[in-house]
């Protein structure tokens, strides 16, 4: 759907933090809007995030893309 003709997925674990980033070049997203809407998409990830007692952050790229990212602390 956005269009994307890169995608970067990023895995990282130091020092008790694990790290996963999922990036793109596409043409983004209205995150508010997104969150009404009656898909499963983002509230799949939400869910799943929180049982792991991990944190979800969104981020809005300037040039256009998204990049979702999920923390959690051992």
């Known amino acids: 759907h956005s269009n994307a003709s890169i995608i970067d997925v990023e895995l990282m674990n130091e020092n008790s933090r694990t790290e996963l980033k999922v ?4 043409m983004g997203y209205d995150y508010e809007k997104a969150l009404k809407k009656s898909g499963l998409g983002l509230d799949s990830i939400k869910s799943r995030v ?6 979800f952050e969104l981020t809005k790229k ?5 990049s979702h990212k999920i923390i959690h602390l051992d």
């Open 23 to 26: 990036s793109d070049n596409g």
């Open 50 to 55: 929180a049982l792991l007692n991990a944190h």
């Open 62 to 66: 300037p040039s256009g893309g998204t």
